[in-house]
């Protein structure tokens, strides 16, 4: 499956951003599905995972409450709804898949990446 995210720019500190990761084939819905992010100088971060029937979500504690994961198998799209965004959440976003149908937190176990987008949170 090939994927790709969309959906960053640039906002101010407390406002909403919506991602999607759209995915091809007709055997999206059977990934899992992870957000990462990446900011400059930093190693890569888990954010939060979806199972393949979207049926089970899993959050990093730094988002848990602000972010969340939805999915449409229907249009193969994941979505990361983002809420009070601050400064510290400027990074490349990136949507990642696996098979299993489970979440999935190590970034090391995702076969499938997208190529990011980015976020930019001015304060």
């Known amino acids: 499956v090939q994927l790709q995210a969309s959906g960053g720019g640039l906002v101010q500190a407390g406002d909403s951003l919506t991602l999607s990761c759209v995915g091809s084939?007709?055997?999206?819905?059977?990934?899992?599905v992870g957000w990462f992010r990446q900011a400059p100088g930093k190693e890569r971060e888990f954010l939060g995972s979806?199972?393949?029937?979207?049926?089970?979500?899993y959050y990093a504690d730094s988002v848990k409450g602000r972010f969340t994961i939805s999915r449409d198998n229907a249009k193969n799209t994941v979505y990361l709804q983002m809420n009070s965004l601050k400064s510290d959440d400027t990074a490349i976003y990136y949507c990642?898949?696996?098979?299993?149908?489970?979440?999935?937190?190590?970034?090391?176990?995702?076969?499938?990446w997208g190529q990011g987008t980015l976020v930019t949170v001015s304060s």
């Open positions: 979806i199972s393949s029937s979207g049926g089970w979500e």
């Open positions: 990642a898949a696996r098979g299993g149908s489970h979440f999935y937190t190590k970034w090391n176990t995702y076969t499938n």
């Open positions: 084939g007709r055997t999206f819905g059977s990934y899992a």
